[in-house]
T-cell receptor, first 113, second 108 residues
Framework: GAGVSQSPSNKVTEKGKDVELRCDPI?????LYWYRQRLGQGLEFLIY????????KSGLPSDRFSAERTGESVSTLTIQRTQQEDSAVYLC???????????FGQGTRLTVV | AQRVTQPEKLLSVFKGAPVELKCNYS??????LFWYVQYSRQRLQLLLR??SRESIKGFTADLNKGETSFHLKKPFAQEEDSAMYYC??????????FGQGTRLTINP
């Protein structure tokens, strides 16, 4: 498809386990964003990739969170030693750059039990 | 630092009434402002952006730099406008930050 794709759609994991969330951006989009949306809350900025520049990691809540992106392709968000407060919907968005709009994926709903 | 504030978490109006969703921002440079909308069981999507100065689905928003606001308005609300609305700001470094969102409910 032509949209932003995230996998898995849902993930249930045990407290203390590591999880990896995947985002496939729209082809050719240079910018990629990760956000966290807790139940009843707004979108919390996590990390931003722009082309080959160093990512803006200013929103990552702790060193248990990390993300990678190779070039302008797939990105993975990794959460190590998951905690119950990590339960949320994790959204990915990509943008072509300039003044273009950001397109969002459907999100990954993470539940830590 | 970039910051977006949406003071109302919930807003409820009757069909046909005017609606205004408030958004205030904090940014030292020249911002680009957006409104995104998320309808039930759909993805977050762009509603409008300030540089386009357009009206989408009857909604308009004017950037007021003096008051650092970008309120979303519609003169006559419709039931299909019920959704979650997010104000967003993109700064010079292309970082896109969102407000906490306002859940708009249009009552019949």
């Amino acid at each position: 498809g032509a949209g932003v794709s995230q996998s898995p759609s849902n993930k249930v994991t045990e407290k203390g386990k590591d999880v990896e969330l995947r985002c496939d951006p729209i082809s050719g989009h240079t910018a990629l964003y990760w956000y966290r949306q807790r139940l009843g809350q707004g979108l919390e900025f996590l990390i931003y990739f722009q082309g080959n520049s160093a990512p803006d990691k200013s929103g990552l809540p702790s060193d248990r969170f990390s993300a990678e992106r190779t070039g302008e392709s797939v990105s993975t968000l990794t959460i190590q030693r998951t905690q119950q407060e990590d339960s949320a919907v994790y959204l990915c968005a990509s943008r072509a750059g300039g003044n273009t709009e950001a397109f969002f994926g459907q999100g990954t709903r993470l539940t830590v039990v | 630092a970039q910051r977006v504030t949406q003071p109302e978490k919930l807003l409820s109006v009757f069909k046909g009434a005017p609606v205004e969703l408030k958004c205030n921002y904090s940014y030292s440079g020249s911002p680009e402002l957006f409104w995104y909308v998320q309808y039930s069981r759909q993805r977050l999507q762009l509603l409008l952006r300030h540089i386009s100065r357009e009206s989408i689905k009857g909604f308009t928003a004017d950037l007021n730099k003096g008051e650092t606001s970008f309120h979303l308005k519609k003169p006559f609300a419709q039931e299909e406008d019920s959704a979650m609305y997010y104000c967003a700001l993109k700064g010079g470094a292309q970082k896109l930050v969102f407000g906490q969102g306002t859940r708009l409910t249009i009552n019949p």
